[in-house]
């Protein structure tokens, strides 16, 4: 029955071609790289072979309706300072965006005491922090296309530490990071869910500058994701190896 109704609609095609009314494209759906359905779930394997799952968990917060959460199993690895574990994200029509205030805190409270520490070995430091801004971070946005690049987080810290409890040993302290996003390419991956004919790779740059004397010093991260349509992240690509899906479930 459904052949006849195909070779029916195709005859009456046919038929009006020669007339003056134009027909009306159809508006293609694009394809969703980032599902958000409350209870979707996905496995991953690290390089070291751990494991770790990430589900959304209950929708929108009623403090906050327009954000979603997320909750994780334990990894088993050091995975503090990963802009990637945010708790929380938002959706809308063109981007997507996900909160890393609090992951961007511990970064700095664990990364930069460290730097500040090794130019003042053996003395006693009191070191103050405190960032201007702590933006969304920005996913990715729609529509996917090779060669399109963004800002996706930009934030500034300014401080200072006090030398042997002296005030008048007073130096100040200036940090930023910068996160820059840029997609790369579209390619069939496979990983250990499957093969995906379709997946978007974005690259992330991050570049954490500090200047505690007129030099300033510069750190770079460098994190490569690959999203497949109606899937999401099946890939995950940085210094510490690679990070592949392994399975998924979507209600």
């Known amino acids: 029955m459904r052949l006849i109704s195909l070779i029916l609609c195709t005859i009456f095609m046919l038929c009006g ?10 508006e293609q759906t694009p394809p969703n790289y980032f599902p958000d359905a409350v209870g979707s779930t996905w496995v991953y394997r ?12 209950d ?6 309706p327009d954000y979603q959460r997320f909750t994780y199993t334990e990894s088993g690895a050091d995975d503090e300072t990963d802009y990637l574990k945010a708790d929380t994200f938002r959706v809308t ?3 997507v965006f996900l909160v890393i205030g609090e992951n961007i805190d511990r ?11 090794d130019e003042f070995a053996g003395l006693e430091l009191d070191i103050a922090l405190e960032a201007t801004s702590h933006p969304d971070f ?22 200072s530490l006090v030398l042997q409890n002296l005030v008048l040993l007073q130096i100040p302290i200036e940090a930023q990071i910068s996160i820059k996003g840029k997609v790369i390419a ?11 004919d379709s997946a978007y790779q974005i690259a992330y ?9 007129p030099e300033a010093e510069v750190l770079r991260q460098h994190q490569t994701i690959w999203f497949a349509p109606h899937v999401g992240i099946v890939k995950i690509e940085n210094e510490n190896g690679v990070t592949a899906l392994i399975s998924y479930t979507f209600p």
């Open 138 to 159: 920005v996913f990715f946005q729609f529509p996917l296309s090779p060669n399109v690049e963004w800002e996706a987080f930009n934030t500034k810290i300014n401080g």
């Open 186 to 196: 579209e390619s069939p991956i496979e990983t250990p869910a499957g093969r995906f």
């Open 46 to 57: 690290n390089a070291d072979g751990h494991e770790w799952t990430r589900e959304i968990i």
């Open 59 to 64: 929708g929108h917060n009623t403090e906050e």
């Open 107 to 117: 970064y700095i409270q664990n990364e930069l005491p460290v730097l500040v520490q």
């Open 205 to 213: 740059a991050l570049e954490f500058t500090h200047t505690l004397f």
């Open 93 to 95: 029509q063109d981007r």
């Open 17 to 26: 071609c020669g007339s003056d009314e134009t027909s009306t494209p159809i």
